[in-house]
Structure formats: structure tokens, C-alpha cells
């Protein structure tokens, strides 16, 4: 160990304690850059002080993500009127009313990408975040963004590649837990992650899930695909995303139907509530050079209403459930 709080690998001593192998659940060992299992053997590596576990390679979510090299949205937030940009002050909010009542548990953020809740959670004082992603290269550039701009945030921050069906951390070990729009890219194997929930969840825990709204999706389709794409996700409940070959599938839910699928499944939502579908709106008349000049000085304004907004709107972008 050094003196940072890491061990030889870089990686935080905190998360030495709660990692297990996601195959038999034995604790883990961290010898020369490797991760062994005392039952599996070796079952990954550390790379940069990323601890990366095997991910599906057929998964075609995993594969469209790792093809554009993983996700962008630090970009996106600071681009006035995207949905990324109006919807990150929304989420700031619950991060902050849930870290009220213990910043010092462990918090995983599930589907972090590249990081932009993972970031707000160290910003508002989490002690212990661990963060995962399917993709490496997402999670390295969190890494990196944190190692030029705030690299004390590192002391408090695992990261760890690895699949949402199997992740490596003990049960009951996550006080807080939030996914936010990442369970929805599994489609038919969405309960998987809700399952890994559950198990990791202490009691007295919370779960932040975000999920896309089956009428947002409709929406977003409407503007961005054709009437056509609107209809085949109205029938399905499945929106596809991208043009021509470069497509990515994922799964929208009713407001009901999220909440029953939570419950069947040892999760107890506490309040549902959701980012506006004027989001998705604003987002479209942004991109098509439709949002005049004077307006964008308008944009705090926006955002501080979204904030106030998103507990009461019933047409939504996403449905953002607080659940036990």
C-alpha cells in the first residue's frame, strides 16, 4: 500500500474490501496487476488502475458502444439546450438529496460511462464511488478528465469494467445505487440488472434507476426517424436509435409498467418521477439551428425549472424512480 490510500495498482484499498468474484463470490486478490479468485483463478487484470472483468463480446449493445469509443456526454452537458445539458441539473438535485443522509457508504453508479453522474457524486462529497461501465474506454476518459481537473476526486473513486448481468461487489454493500439510463441497452435481459440490484443493495439502501419513458421514446423517434419509427416503437416498446447500419436497440417503459417490473423484483419504489419531455423538444429544435440566439440566454432559467418541473411532469423523457 502507499501513502494515497492505494495499493500498488493504484487502486483504492476501500474497494479491495467489497470485491468479489462474479462467479462464485469469493473474496479477490490483486497480485502483480492481475485479479485473481481463490476458486476461478485469474479472472481479470488492472489496467491504469481500471479493474477490467470479462464482458460479453457478442452483447450488441456493449459492441455498438465500444465501436464509437464509448460515450461522450461530459461533451454534450456543456452545450446549451441538448437533453444531456437539461437533464444533468435534474439529476444533480436527487444526488444531492440523497447524499443528505450519508455521503460516507458506499455508492455505485451503474453504466457510468464517461461519467457524468459519477463526477456530481464526488463533487457533492461521496467518500466511496465505485464506477462501472461495459466499456473501458468510457471509464478511462472519466479517469483522465479527473486526473487533469480534479485528481483528489481519484482518492475516493473505483473504477471497474464489467458486466451488468455480473458485477463484481459483495452483497449488501452499496448504500446508494444509481443507473441511469444503462439497464434499458440489455432489452430482453433487463431484469438481469435488476436482480444484481437487489443483491447489492443494503438494507436501508436506495436506488436511483432512470429509465426511457415509452411516450419519450415515441416522441424522440417522431422527430428524429419518421412516423414510421414512431409507430414500430408504440407497437414494440423498443426504440432504435442511429441511422442506416450504425443502429442501437434498447428497451421504454410506461410509468406502470417500470414500476411493476421494480417491484417484481425485491424493489420497493419509494416516488416516481422523470426529466420533462420538453427536453427531447428543446433538444431537436437545438440541433436543427431552431432556437433563436436571445433565447439562449434563457438557459439557466430553463434548467432551473426542469428541476422544479421534473417532480411533477407527467409527460417525460425518462422515468426517474426512488426506490428501496
Keep these: 500500500m502507499n501513502e494515497s490510500g492505494k495499493n500498488n495498482a493504484g487502486v483504492p484499498i476501500w474497494v479491495i474490501d467489497i470485491l468479489v468474484c462474479p462467479y462464485c463470490g469469493n473474496k479477490l486478490s490483486l497480485p502483480d496487476n492481475k485479479i485473481v479468485c481463490s476458486h476461478c483463478s485469474a479472472i481479470g487484470t488492472v489496467n491504469n488502475s481500471i479493474l477490467c472483468f470479462s464482458v460479453p463480446e457478442d452483447d450488441p449493445s456493449i459492441s455498438w458502444y465500444t465501436d464509437v469509443g464509448g460515450t461522450n456526454f461530459d461533451d454534450r452537458i456543456k452545450i446549451p439546450y441538448t437533453m444531456s445539458s437539461l437533464d444533468i441539473p435534474i439529476y444533480k438535485k436527487y444526488i444531492r438529496e440523497l447524499l443528505s443522509e450519508n455521503d460516507d457508504g458506499f455508492i455505485a453508479d451503474l453504466g457510468a460511462g464517461d461519467g457524468r453522474i459519477t463526477e456530481e457524486l464526488l463533487r457533492a462529497g461521496a467518500k466511496h464511488v465505485v464506477a462501472t461501465d461495459a466499456v473501458y474506454a468510457s471509464l478511462q476518459r472519466l479517469q483522465r ?23 463484481p461487489l459483495q452483497s449488501e454493500s452499496i448504500h446508494l445505487l444509481f443507473a441511469i439510463e444503462a439497464f434499458c441497452f440489455l432489452n430482453e435481459d433487463y431484469t438481469a440488472a435488476l436482480k444484481e440490484c437487489r443483491r ?22 417522431l ?17 432504435i436509435d442511429g441511422f442506416g447500419n450504425d443502429m442501437l436497440r434498447s428497451r421504454c417503459f410506461t410509468e406502470q409498467e417500470l414500476l411493476e417490473i421494480l417491484q417484481s423484483h425485491g424493489l420497493q419504489p419509494l416516488r416516481c418521477e422523470g426529466t420533462p419531455i420538453l427536453s427531447i423538444l428543446l433538444g431537436y429544435l437545438r440541433g436543427e439551428g431552431k ?3 436571445t433565447d439562449v440566454g434563457y438557459f439557466e432559467e430553463v434548467t ?13 423523457r425518462t422515468h426517474i424512480v426512488i426506490a428501496e
Design 145 to 167: 478528465r479527473l486526473s487533469k481537473m480534479n485528481p483528489e476526486l481519484l482518492e475516493n473513486l473505483a473504477l471497474i469494467q464489467s458486466d451488468f448481468r455480473t458485477i
Design 200 to 221: 447489492l443493495l443494503q438494507k436501508g439502501g436506495r436506488a436511483l434507476i432512470s429509465e426511457r419513458s415509452w411516450e419519450g421514446a415515441m416522441v424522440t423517434c
Design 223 to 239: 422527430l428524429y426517424s419518421g412516423i414510421k419509427q414512431m409507430l414500430e416503437t408504440g407497437r414494440t416498446g423498443y426504440m
Design 291 to 293: 432556437i433563436p440566439g
Design 304 to 316: 432551473e425549472f426542469f428541476k422544479t418541473y421534473s417532480s411533477i411532469a407527467e409527460h417525460r
